[in-house]
């Protein structure tokens, strides 16, 4: 799964993995672009991060990208 929502994959991911989503449609990989504009982006990153780890995924890997000031990144999960 590859998200790339400009800033709403916060509240996506978090509903997510409120309502197990990711675990009932079978997500073995997931791709998501995050936005860090302000605190609460970040606020929100930090438990994504959370959840996802408790829901058994891994990060694998993760790209700034330079040409936005280094105000989002690409991290990328595998489910373990």
Not at 30 to 45: I, N, P, R, T
Not at 48 to 59: E, F, N, S, T
Request: hydrophobic share 40%; net charge neutral.
């Amino acid at each position: 799964l590859k998200m790339d929502i400009e800033g709403s994959e916060v509240p996506a991911l978090l509903d997510m993995l409120a309502s197990d989503t990711l675990r009932t449609l079978k997500v073995k990989q997931l791709l998501v672009e995050f936005h860090f504009w302000d605190d609460e982006q970040f606020s929100g990153f930090v438990k994504i991060i959370a959840g996802l780890r408790k829901q058994g995924y891994m990060l694998f890997r993760k790209e700034f990208n330079p040409g936005n000031g280094y105000k989002c990144g690409e991290y990328a999960f595998v489910k373990m």
